[in-house]
Structure formats: structure tokens, C-alpha cells
């Protein structure tokens, strides 16, 4: 009787294809996870932050980051203007749980996500007066660096880092929304849909405004 079976070289030729087919499918496929974690972390990243300004100033009894002030706390005397960075970070530790990292400043949450406020010249963004830090030149914020991962591995524009306007009204506006001025920076041209963005810090427009979905290429 004749004995069937797979010879070595056989099994070893099966092994090395399936080798090869998973050195191309894997990557695609961890690609493909990790696009679609982005998104709702962000939207989460951003909800709550909007919520917790919001209470920041319902406290202040106003409805603009410029015309608010907040009672003493950390670095912050009694009545100074919720525009100065820290101050902000300060007082949006009572609405959000997390710690305040004072020397950059920052605002880490509970959940990992850091929010680190940044000054931009005037002449780098869009101008607007419903951007918070036209009241203060020279002592303010303008812009947010939402970072989704916080310390976990190498941070990268577009996929950790995503960039906000901070508004007045307390909500954040995507770098690359839709009526930014210079048409050039919107997400529909710099961080195209299944493309490599051509200008990473505006894929958080891309996001915001395409249904929590990262659909350009990592």
C-alpha cells in the first residue's frame, strides 16, 4: 500500500508562502486597527474637553474665555484671566480629573490623554476674533496639541498629535476645517483620503469632519 504525506521540502515551501502572504497582510491589517481607534478617541478627547470648558465658565458666569477670571489657584492670584495658560490648566483640573504639568504647561487626563497649550503668532493661523487669545497678546494660549496616546511609544502628527484653534466660546476648532482662510490647509487638500497627508497637522480637520474616521494613510 502505497503511503501518502507531505515531503519536507513541501511543508517547507507551504511555510515559507504563508510566511511572505502574512509580511504583506499584517502590516495593512495594523494599519487598518489602529485608523479605526483614532477617530473615537479623539472626538472623546474633544468632547470632554469642551464639557469641562464649558463648566469652567459657567463658573465664571460668562460666555467668553477672554472676559473670564478664576479665583485663586496653584500659580494663579485671585481674579486673574482664564486666558494664561496655566491658570487655565489650573482651574480645568477641577472640571476634569488629571494633573497639571506646570512647566510646559499641560494637562494630563486621567485616561492618558494630554492636552498641551501652545501660542501661535497671528500670522501663522487664520486670523479671527473668536480665537481666545486676542484679549491678551504675549501672555496667552491660542492653540492645542491634543495628544490621544499621551507617553505610550513615539508621538507622531496624524496619529498621536492633533491640532485645535481654541475658541472664545470654549470649543475647539480642527486645524484644516473647512473654512479655514487658506484654502491650500484644508484637510480635503493637505490630509486626503487614502493618501499620505501632505501636511500632517491638518488631519484633525480630516477627522472632525469626516464621521470620527481617519482615512488617509498612517
Known amino acids: 500500500m502505497k503511503k501518502t504525506g507531505f515531503t519536507l521540502a513541501e511543508v517547507l515551501v507551504t511555510i515559507g508562502i504563508i510566511g511572505v502572504v502574512s509580511a504583506m497582510v499584517i502590516p495593512t491589517f495594523t494599519a487598518q486597527t489602529q485608523a479605526a481607534k483614532i477617530g473615537p478617541r479623539l472626538g472623546k478627547a474633544v468632547a470632554e474637553f469642551e464639557q469641562a470648558t464649558k463648566a469652567m465658565l459657567d463658573d465664571a458666569q460668562v460666555d467668553a474665555i477672554s472676559r473670564a477670571s478664576v479665583p485663586a489657584v496653584g500659580l494663579c492670584g485671585e481674579n486673574t484671566v482664564l486666558t494664561v495658560p496655566i491658570c487655565f490648566a489650573e482651574y480645568l483640573s477641577h472640571h476634569m480629573k488629571g494633573t497639571v504639568v506646570e512647566t510646559v504647561p499641560e494637562f494630563i487626563a486621567s485616561n492618558g490623554v494630554i492636552y498641551k497649550f501652545i501660542g ?21 494660549f491660542n492653540s492645542l496639541v491634543v ?4 507617553d505610550s ?3 507622531r502628527d496624524s496619529k498621536d498629535l492633533f491640532y485645535f484653534d481654541v475658541m472664545d466660546d470654549g470649543s475647539l476648532r480642527p486645524w484644516g476645517f473647512s ?3 487658506n484654502q491650500d490647509d484644508r484637510w480635503t487638500a493637505a490630509c486626503q483620503r487614502n493618501q499620505k497627508p501632505i501636511h500632517a497637522t491638518r488631519c484633525a480637520g480630516h477627522i472632525m469632519e469626516n464621521g470620527l474616521k481617519a482615512e488617509y494613510k498612517l
Not at 120 to 140: E, K, N, Q, V
Open 179 to 181: 473654512g479655514e482662510t
Open 120 to 140: 501661535m503668532d497671528s500670522g501663522t493661523r487664520p486670523s479671527s476674533p473668536t480665537l481666545a487669545h486676542m484679549r491678551t497678546i504675549g501672555r496667552a
Open 147 to 150: 495628544d490621544i496616546n499621551g
Open 153 to 155: 511609544g513615539p508621538n
